[in-house]
Structures are given as structure tokens and as C-alpha cells.
């Protein structure tokens, strides 16, 4: 008596160089509806290098810093020009300079100043070390929550000075993190 042979089972997949293997089926369509943010700035290095650090620690969902080394207008018309698909676009303005923002990490900052120099003396009075074209993250990732507190209370630039915005940046990010993506 012959025996039935059994039906070949259809390939499950096909080989590819190296071992490989893939159904050659497409896949799912996939979008990260995670919150992207987009941070321009006119700081060629101190701001650049503190959200550089902010991204690449994790901090929120991914974000990209762009520099555009122009004036405070033309940073905002080249804002609207990226927006394509965003959501909006927000601002962050620090009075005088992005190193209220630093120096609130470190301690409470209500001393007027007027010029950047002025606030830039009072953060290396504070870290000795401190320099403006080396960012050392190590010294502001203990006071970033503290510094959101310090500069919710000092009002809102460019109105009062010496303050900052950067605090509502950092809570979209913070809430980004806090988003579930989908995946």
C-alpha cells in the first residue's frame, strides 16, 4: 500500500542572503504620534548645548535643536517657515539671556540686569568653572525642576527682568515623556 503524501506546507518564508529570512509581506503602516518638538535658538552654544544634552539623555519624546544665528524676529519668521505640520509654535524668550534660566537651577535670581554680561558674571560667580562655549550638564541636571519653579515666580519676559520662559519648554517636554506613543 503507497502512503498519501502529505501536501507541502507553503514556504513560511524566503531566504535572503546571510541566513536571513522575511515573509516579503508588508508591513503595518506605522506612525509615532508621539509629540515632536522642534527647538530653535539663536544661542550658537550655551542653548545648543544644553538641549542637545537634554535630548540625548531621554528627557521627553525625541526633539531636534536647530541654530539660526540671527535676530529674535528672523528666528520667529523661520519658525513659522518649519512649522509644516505642526501643532504651533511657542516661544521662550529669557530677559536678558538664556543664563537666568542656568542660574535658576543653581539658586533663586531676581537681581535686574540689562546686560547678558551682567547675568553672565553672576552664573561664573556661582560655578567658577562655568564657561559659555563648554556647557557641563553635570552642574544643572540636580536643579532642573528647581529652576522651573524659580522662574514660574518671576514673572514673564521680556516684561520682567530678569526671567524666563525656558520652564513652559521644559514641561512640554516633560509631558511628551509622560505620553504614551503609539507604536
Known amino acids: 500500500m503507497r502512503q498519501k503524501e502529505t501536501p507541502k506546507s507553503p514556504r513560511q518564508g524566503v531566504q ?3 541566513g536571513r529570512e522575511t515573509t ?15 527647538i530653535l535658538t539663536n544661542g550658537v552654544k550655551t542653548e545648543k548645548q ?24 528672523a528666528l ?9 505640520n505642526a501643532c504651533g509654535i511657542g516661544m521662550a524668550l529669557s530677559q536678558p539671556c538664556f543664563e537666568v534660566w542656568l542660574i535658576l537651577h543653581k539658586k533663586d535670581f531676581r537681581k535686574s540686569a540689562h546686560h547678558a554680561k551682567e547675568v553672565e558674571a553672576e552664573l561664573s560667580k556661582i560655578l567658577p568653572r562655568w564657561d559659555k562655549s563648554t556647557l557641563r550638564m553635570e552642574d544643572f541636571w ?31 517636554l516633560r509631558a511628551s515623556a509622560e505620553e504614551p506613543s503609539s507604536s
Not at 544644553?50 to 524676529?73: E, M, Q, T
Not at 520667529?76 to 509644516?84: F, G, I, N, P, T
Not at 522651573?148 to 524666563?164: D, F, H, Q, V
Open 50 to 73: 544644553y538641549f542637545d544634552a537634554l535630548r540625548k539623555h531621554a528627557w521627553g519624546n525625541p526633539f531636534h535643536v536647530s541654530v539660526k544665528n540671527c535676530a529674535p524676529i
Open 16 to 18: 535572503l542572503g546571510q
Open 24 to 38: 516579503l509581506r508588508r508591513r503595518k503602516a506605522y506612525r509615532n504620534s508621539a509629540l515632536t518638538v522642534l
Open 142 to 172: 540636580e536643579g532642573i525642576e528647581d529652576a522651573i519653579r524659580r522662574a514660574k515666580a518671576l514673572g514673564e519676559p521680556p516684561e520682567s527682568n530678569p526671567s524666563t520662559a525656558v520652564w513652559e519648554v521644559m514641561e512640554v
Open 76 to 84: 520667529v519668521e523661520s519658525a513659522m517657515a518649519e512649522k509644516s
